[in-house]
């Protein structure tokens, strides 16, 4: 018996328009320009197929250098090229684009894109600017900020809480200012040969560090102290606020750190540099950006299971009440450029930041939406997923989100640059750093026009 199957006009006309769509979906490639990272290496080789494959569309991403990043968009940009449909996005890098980038908000709306998935923190630094008001001008994808990591082991032995409270005459906790982070580091810096937690030292142990190589590694650093304090460079007149004795405070507490309980080594070292300490059981606390993961959890090192995090500690009598410390929001987001993919670029961002969120945060394990952080799976991912997240969503509630102004890098990033690595030279005082850093600035915003001569 033979059956014959046919198609009913309106199969026809469906299987037609299905046909169609998917031959327009092939002729159409997204090409993105990406900052290398898991979060790259995720796109080029699982989220960029795995959308040809379901759409038609294809997705290419080029990896470039992270110091030619934006040279090399900002020419193909202000020259018209269309080379990149979508780019990496730092927050301090919108001027550069405003003019080239597309207004999201019609095609959230179209594709019903929730950005109220993100803390209101990230909302504003990196989906919004002052130079685009009332628009969208990218989306989230590597939000991030640093927090306090300790060895819990360490601190929970009974030996070392013995030993504290009697050299201090309080109990040994993990730290929740910055002046208290100070005494327990001091308490941890041992030498080879002394003990830690019943456990002979062979290499010296620190009791906290950061990067702090010259130029950005100490501003990272040091940028996250000073915001801590309740200053925030200036008021809504442009009058700097950074003439306050708070800083000098900050910055001798701060040169302190680095002199009595850091290593040497972290003199050199930029970013993620120097958590091998930590991993390798040199360290009792660090400052952690949560790409840094990896590295104090490694399987192999002596410190994973036993790191305990939680968001960096307050300033002690800052100037705004703050019940935690307010570190420096970076990592990146997307730019959707102003060329004829545009909004296909946007239905793939959809689907891969929304649609396959608890995909994004396994493949690249970044995390900034609130799925994110309500997610068994994730939770259940990694052992140490069930302190850090609740520990890092925390810390993104309280971060401080760079002003949109074009000079903000100049007078704030720069100069916080500036002034840290002359004071922790020596070549200056902080205070006469101090006064360099507010006449710079004011000078700044005197040829800007936001403030009189």
Same mark, same amino acid.
Request: no cysteine; hydrophobic share 40%.
């Given at each position: 018996?033979?059956?014959?199957?046919?198609?009913?006009?309106?199969?026809?006309?469906?299987?037609?328009?299905?046909?169609?769509?998917?031959?327009?979906?092939?002729?159409?490639?997204?090409?993105?320009?990406?900052?290398?990272?898991?979060?790259?290496?995720?796109?080029?080789?699982?989220?960029?197929?795995?959308?040809?494959?379901?759409?038609?569309?294809?997705?290419?991403?080029?990896?470039?250098?992270?110091?030619?990043?934006?040279?090399?968009?900002?020419?193909?940009?202000?020259?018209?090229?269309?080379?990149?449909?979508?780019?990496?996005?730092?927050?301090?890098?919108?001027?550069?684009?405003?003019?080239?980038?597309?207004?999201?908000?019609?095609?959230?709306?179209?594709?019903?894109?929730?950005?109220?998935?993100?803390?209101?923190?990230?909302?504003?630094?990196?989906?919004?600017?002052?130079?685009?008001?009332?628009?969208?001008?990218?989306?989230?994808?590597?939000?991030?900020?640093?927090?306090?990591?300790?060895?819990?082991?360490?601190?929970?032995?009974?030996?070392?809480?013995?030993?504290?409270?009697?050299?201090?005459?309080?109990?040994?906790?993990?730290?929740?200012?910055?002046?208290?982070?100070?005494?327990?580091?001091?308490?941890?810096?041992?030498?080879?040969?002394?003990?830690?937690?019943?456990?002979?030292?062979?290499?010296?142990?620190?009791?906290?560090?950061?990067?702090?190589?010259?130029?950005?590694?100490?501003?990272?650093?040091?940028?996250?102290?000073?915001?801590?304090?309740?200053?925030?460079?200036?008021?809504?007149?442009?009058?700097?606020?950074?003439?306050?004795?708070?800083?000098?405070?900050?910055?001798?507490?701060?040169?302190?750190?680095?002199?009595?309980?850091?290593?040497?080594?972290?003199?050199?070292?930029?970013?993620?540099?120097?958590?091998?300490?930590?991993?390798? !059981?040199?360290?009792?606390? /660090? #400052?952690?950006?949560?790409? %840094?993961?990896? =590295?104090? +959890?490694?399987? &192999?090192?002596?410190?994973?299971?036993?790191?305990?995090?939680?968001?960096?500690?307050?300033?002690?009598?800052?100037?705004?009440?703050?019940?935690?410390?307010?570190?420096?929001?970076?990592?990146?987001?997307?730019?959707?450029?102003?060329?004829?993919?545009?909004?296909?670029?946007?239905?793939?961002?959809?689907?891969?930041?929304?649609?396959?969120?608890?995909?994004?945060?396994?493949?690249?394990?970044?995390?900034?939406?609130?799925?994110?952080?309500?997610?068994?799976?994730?939770?259940?991912?990694?052992?140490?997923?069930?302190?850090?997240?609740?520990?890092?969503?925390?810390?993104?509630?309280?971060?401080?989100?760079?002003?949109?102004?074009?000079?903000?890098?100049?007078?704030?990033?720069? !100069?916080?640059?500036?002034? /840290? #690595?002359?004071?922790?030279? %020596?070549?200056? =005082?902080? +205070?006469?750093? &101090?006064?360099?850093?507010?006449?710079?600035?004011?000078?700044?915003?005197?040829?800007?026009?936001?403030?009189?001569?």
């Amino acid at each position: 018996m033979t059956t014959t199957r046919m198609l009913t006009a309106t199969g026809l006309g469906l299987a037609i328009a299905t046909a169609s769509a998917t031959a327009m979906a092939e002729d159409v490639t997204i090409r993105w320009a990406l900052h290398p990272g898991e979060e790259a290496d995720a796109v080029v080789n699982y989220f960029a197929p795995e959308y040809e494959r379901q759409t038609g569309v294809k997705v290419i991403g080029e990896i470039l250098p992270p110091d030619q990043l934006r040279d090399r968009m900002s020419i193909e940009a202000i020259g018209g090229t269309g080379r990149w449909d979508m780019g990496y996005h730092s927050p301090g890098w919108f001027g550069s684009f405003k003019d080239h980038v597309v207004d999201l908000t019609p095609y959230i709306e179209k594709y019903d894109f929730d950005i109220d998935a993100y803390p209101a923190r990230i909302r504003e630094s990196h989906m919004e600017s002052s130079a685009r008001p009332g628009e969208i001008i990218a989306l989230p994808t590597t939000p991030a900020a640093p927090m306090l990591i300790v060895r819990e082991d360490f601190f929970s032995h009974p030996d070392e809480q013995a030993a504290f409270e009697e050299e201090y005459g309080r109990k040994l906790e993990v730290p929740r200012t910055w002046q208290e982070l100070y005494e327990v580091g001091e308490f941890f810096t041992r030498e080879a040969g002394e003990t830690v937690a019943g456990e002979t030292l062979e290499e010296d142990l620190y009791g906290w560090t950061d990067a702090l190589g010259a130029g950005s590694g100490v501003a990272r650093s040091f940028i996250v102290m000073l915001y801590s304090t309740g200053l925030e460079g200036w008021d809504e007149n442009y009058q700097p606020d950074l003439d306050h004795p708070i800083l000098v405070e900050a910055a001798n507490l701060f040169v302190d750190l680095a002199n009595d309980v850091a290593p040497r080594a972290a003199r050199n070292w930029d970013f993620l540099e120097g958590l091998s300490y930590f991993r390798d !059981g040199r360290l009792a606390m /660090a #400052t952690m950006w949560p790409q %840094g993961l990896s =590295t104090v +959890e490694d399987p &192999q090192g002596e410190a994973a299971g036993n790191v305990g995090y939680q968001p960096l500690p307050a300033f002690e009598g800052n100037l705004q009440d703050y019940p935690q410390g307010v570190p420096f929001l970076g990592g990146g987001g997307v730019f959707v450029m102003d060329t004829e993919n545009s909004e296909e670029a946007f239905k793939f961002l959809k689907w891969m930041l929304q649609d396959n969120e608890i995909e994004w945060g396994k493949r690249t394990k970044q995390f900034s939406r609130v799925a994110h952080f309500n997610s068994e799976e994730l939770r259940g991912l990694e052992s140490h997923y069930a302190d850090f997240l609740p520990a890092y969503e925390q810390t993104l509630e309280h971060v401080f989100v760079r002003q949109g102004i074009p000079e903000y890098g100049t007078v704030m990033w720069q !100069g916080t640059v500036d002034f /840290a #690595t002359e004071v922790m030279s %020596g070549d200056l =005082t902080p +205070e006469q750093a &101090q006064d360099r850093w507010v006449d710079n600035m004011t000078r700044t915003f005197q040829r800007a026009g936001y403030l009189e001569r």
